[in-house]
């Protein structure tokens, strides 16, 4: 409408013409009339209030797929039973309709999509971050079930003033896992993703050779490119190496302790003859823990385990030639002592993990459990045994004493020397 048209006179004019019914209405009546107008239902707030359920579905449904990666589900789990459990749960307790939760995309495809999208979202933000920020990296090569090799890598950096880690990327290798392979793997990914390699400021890996070999390793061929870039030896390995250091007396036990428990565990029929013989002795637990080469900190549940089930496992194997030197005053001491220092070696172990962990933490934790290792040293000396739990229960000859006081000398001397940091 034109300036012209919208002059109090002529609209008064058109008033009295066109609606003389309302001429003579006050003020208030014409408000009323503009709070209508403004207020009605527009086409558009009709295809938005459509679409406000589809989206809030949508939202939910990148939500319920983050759940699931996070958990490590089969990704069928939420078309097969999370939207059905929330339906059931609409209808018998909320009493509502499920309109909205069927048409929440749920399905196998979707899922793998979300999470995938999610993924790739997650690491363009990190590659940006780490092409502005100083980093450290983590390398760890490991191989899980059907032989496959992993190469993972994790990063720290500062964001906000706050550390902040996270993982880089996992790949696996097609055939070898020699140092080159290792090194093409890192740098191909710095390249590809144009992230500066003067931003590495640390790399830390284990002491494989591949990794930290003196002339050919990983690390090796990276301070090559990057002089400036620190390597370091990874803490909870060096502890790892320090904890598998045993005497010949002890390391004997250890060896015996495990061929017990895997003449129980070797087939189904054994396993199940000593559990129904657990049950029979009202038993604390009715199965024994296996232990791992790789997994070394399964040695102290391996060894709690057994200890807990000492009596019965030295009824059921009285004709073991292994039980009967554990059986023995000096043989029980020792599983004690094993089973108490690799607990303490475990909790350790637990501590040295964690996130914001600096090498200066580590080495406060570290070289306090070193002060403990030589208090123990002193208490053991004066036949006090009160600090290990399972050692302080046996009857301790003083053959035995020499053997732990030789042990704990043993891990006193390499720690200092592994753990100078």
Not at 95 to 115: C, F
Not at 260 to 268: A, D, E, M, P, W
Request: aromatic fraction near 8%.
């Amino acid at each position: 409408m034109s300036n012209e048209s919208m002059k109090a006179g002529r609209l008064e004019a058109h008033l009295k013409v066109r609606h003389p019914n309302n001429s003579n209405l006050d003020l208030e009546y014409f408000k009323s009339l503009k709070e209508k107008f403004k207020n009605r239902t527009k086409l558009t707030s009709l295809f938005h209030a459509k679409q406000a359920p589809h989206t809030r579905a949508l939202e939910a449904s990148y939500e319920i797929s983050l759940l699931i990666a996070k958990h490590g589900k089969n990704h069928t789990i939420g078309e097969q039973l999370i939207k059905p459990a929330i339906s059931i749960f609409l209808k018998t307790v909320l009493q509502k309709d499920d309109g909205d939760i069927r048409t929440m995309p749920l399905s196998n495809n979707t899922v793998s999509n979300r999470i995938d999208e999610m993924g790739q979202d997650v690491e363009s933000q990190l590659i940006e971050k780490l092409k502005l920020r100083k980093f450290s990296l983590q390398m760890d090569e490991s191989t899980i079930r059907d032989s496959e090799a992993l190469l993972l890598t994790y990063v720290r950096y500062i964001d906000h003033e706050e550390f902040q880690e996270e993982m880089l990327f996992c790949e696996s290798f097609e055939t070898t896992t020699t140092a080159n392979d290792i090194y093409i793997k890192i740098k191909h990914y710095l390249d590809a993703n144009k992230i500066p390699k003067e931003n590495l400021l640390a790399c830390a890996a284990d002491g494989a050779p591949a990794m930290m070999g003196k002339n050919t390793g990983c690390l090796k061929m990276m301070k090559d490119e990057n002089p400036n870039m620190l390597t370091v030896h990874c803490v909870i390995h060096r502890e790892n190496l320090v904890a598998k250091k045993l005497s010949p007396v002890l390391n004997k036990i250890l060896q015996s302790v495990i061929k017990c428990v895997n003449s129980i565990k070797r087939n189904s029929k054994s396993e199940r003859l000593f559990k129904q013989f657990c049950i029979n002795q009202s038993a604390e637990h009715v199965r024994l823990l296996l232990h791992t080469e790789v997994r070394w900190l399964s040695s102290g549940n391996c060894l709690k385990r057994f200890m807990e089930l000492f009596d019965q496992i030295n009824d059921f194997l009285s004709d073991k030639c292994e039980m009967k030197l554990l059986s023995t005053m000096d043989g029980k001491a020792f599983v004690s002592y094993l089973t108490d220092i690799f607990e303490k070696l475990g909790n350790l172990n637990k501590q040295l993990q964690g996130a914001n962990m600096t090498l200066i933490d580590a080495k406060a934790k570290i070289f306090g459990f070193i002060t403990a290792l030589e208090l123990w040293k002193k208490k053991f000396s004066k036949r006090n045994f009160s600090e290990l739990y399972w050692l302080s229960k046996c009857e301790i000859t003083n053959d035995a004493g020499i053997v732990i006081i030789d042990h704990l000398n043993i891990l006193i001397r390499i720690s200092m020397t592994d753990f100078a940091i």
